[in-house]
């Protein structure tokens, strides 16, 4: 049983490991809920989802370094630049550390520092940080003290071409994603309007966004391919669909192809596989940390796969609870047994 905390509590993928940490059967208790903006209220207040779960839980606005000796699992559910700051005096704590901001993604720094336009401030650590992808790397999850927990569309994007790159089945990949609007947190914007954004479908940063370098990394590690991401908000609130144009000339038929698939993610506990030609459906996925993935064409020198995850679950706090799970040797499954809704 393991006492956690959770920074960023008032934010909307704080509020999701509150929501999931809630019934997890190894957790004794959520010490810290924070918020700088909110201390002293209770959780509910922000959360009503989770009144009778928390009913006595308030935000509180503690120093790291107490977080980190008090809670055996910290989470940071902060932006980035704001956990790298934090994390030290976590880690000095004693605590581990599994961290939903992109501060500790990056093999390279210097590459974190171009994207991201920021002097890291905890290098050292950086090179401790293991990339969390149980998918890709279990073993190296099973004994870190810092883990990175991926970003939303790398997840969907990673997953769903991993096979193909591994195998070496495409020269070029063009990942078009479309995400839901609490992918960009709970602030209010012009962009997350209800009116501007209800009836929209917007590509944004379609050559340049942040998670490109990311979902450039964990591939190049699998092979050699070309990768290009476009990312577009649509109106959904939970939510990425990622299509997959895998472009190459290699011959493959659609069955032989799923059943790569099959192999590759074997009793990958939350990969399930869609019949050949059928789509990932967001619904099937929403509130799950499932990420469904579908071989969904084959031909004209093109394989087309689709992924869908949760953003807020298998995109964030449920990959970091899956993250928890596996480190501190728990049922991987533990605390995210849901299933999802039809429709
Ligand atoms: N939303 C997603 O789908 C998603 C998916 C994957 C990863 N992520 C990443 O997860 C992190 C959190 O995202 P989110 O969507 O939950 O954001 P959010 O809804 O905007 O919440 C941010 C939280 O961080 C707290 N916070 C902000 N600045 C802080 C600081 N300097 N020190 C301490 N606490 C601070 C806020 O608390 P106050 O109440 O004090 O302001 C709030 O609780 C981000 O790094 C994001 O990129 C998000």
Redesign the pocket.
């Known amino acids: 049983m393991v006492v956690v905390g959770v920074?960023?509590?008032?934010?909307?993928?704080?509020g999701e490991l509150l929501r999931l940490l809630a019934r997890h059967p190894e957790v004794e208790e959520v010490r810290y809920a924070?918020?700088?903006?909110?201390e002293g209220e209770p959780v509910w207040k922000v959360h009503p989802n989770l009144r009778d779960e928390y009913p006595d839980l308030r935000?509180t606005?503690p120093d790291p370094a107490e977080v980190g000796e008090e809670c055996d699992v910290v989470f940071t559910?902060?932006?980035?630049t704001?956990?790298m700051?934090?994390v030290p005096d976590l880690l000095d704590g004693g605590a581990l550390v599994i961290d939903?901001?992109?501060d500790f993604r990056f093999d390279d720094v210097e590459e974190y520092e171009r994207w991201y336009g920021v002097d890291h401030r905890a290098p050292d650590l950086n090179e401790r940080a293991v990339y969390g992808l149980p998918e890709l790397h279990r073993d190296e999850i099973r004994r870190a003290d810092l883990i990175a927990?991926p970003?939303?569309y790398p997840t969907g994007a990673i997953l769903a071409a991993a096979p193909i790159v591994e195998e070496g089945l495409a020269d070029v990949i063009v990942f078009d994603s479309k995400s839901g609007t609490?992918?960009?947190?709970?602030?209010p914007s012009q962009t997350t309007h209800h009116p501007e954004c209800a009836e929209d479908l917007t590509p944004y940063n379609p050559t340049d966004h942040r998670h490109l370098p990311e979902i450039r990394q964990e591939l190049g590690k699998l092979g050699d391919v070309e990768v290009h991401f476009t990312p577009h908000l649509a109106p959904l609130v939970r939510g990425i669909e990622t299509t997959a144009h895998c472009l190459g000339d290699a011959e493959i038929e659609p069955e032989e192809l799923r059943e790569l698939y099959e192999d590759y993610y074997g009793d990958e506990p939350f990969v399930r596989l869609c019949e050949v030609g059928e789509a990932p459906r967001l619904w099937a996925v929403r509130g799950t940390n499932y990420c469904d993935v579908g071989v969904f064409a084959v031909g004209d020198g093109r394989i087309v796969v689709a992924s869908a995850i949760d953003?807020?679950v298998k995109?964030?706090s449920g990959q970091a609870i899956q993250n928890m799970n596996i480190r501190m040797g728990f049922e991987e499954t533990a605390g995210l047994e849901e299933f999802g809704y039809h429709p």
Request: include cysteine; hydrophobic fraction near 40%.
């Open positions: 920074i960023g509590a008032s934010g909307y993928t704080g924070t918020s700088r903006r909110l935000f606005d559910a902060v932006p980035h704001a956990a700051e934090l939903l901001s992109a927990n970003g939303c609490s992918g960009a947190g709970a602030k953003n807020l995109g964030a």
